[in-house]
């Protein structure tokens, strides 16, 4: 299994921003789809952005587009998720995931995940 380490969650205040970093750890992450993911207390887990090995497709949650970016460093081995105009409905545990197959929002594909971040936003 590959090891992910997330990090760059935080508290904010409502409209504030955080960007959060997805390092691999022994592996290239260039070969892999990384999806962002979060889970909020008593829901389920959410699929946010993904994207694709090649960087070249992403997608997006209706609930954060507009707001949130997906973006990878190939030199930093890092995918990063920036997240403008936060709500207190984005108070979760964040978490990416990579997966050798294409970019998706369905966790299922995903075999491999970090031990997620806490994003809190309150004022």
């Known amino acids: 299994q590959l090891q992910l380490v997330e990090s760059g969650g935080g508290l904010v205040q409502p409209g504030g921003s955080l960007r959060l970093s997805c390092a691999a750890s022994?592996?290239?992450?260039?070969?892999?789809?990384i999806g962002w993911f979060r889970q909020a207390p008593g829901k389920e887990r959410e699929g946010l952005s993904c994207i694709s090995s090649s960087g070249t497709i992403t997608y997006y949650a209706d609930s954060v587009k507009g707001r949130f970016t997906i973006s990878r460093d190939g030199a930093k081995n890092t995918v990063y998720l920036q997240m403008n105009s936060l709500k207190p409905e984005d108070t979760a545990v964040y978490y990416c995931a990579a997966e050798r197959g294409p970019c998706t929002l369905r966790s299922g594909p995903y075999d491999s995940w970090g031990q997620g971040t806490q994003v809190t936003v309150s004022s």
């Open positions: 022994g592996f290239t992450l260039a070969y892999y789809a």
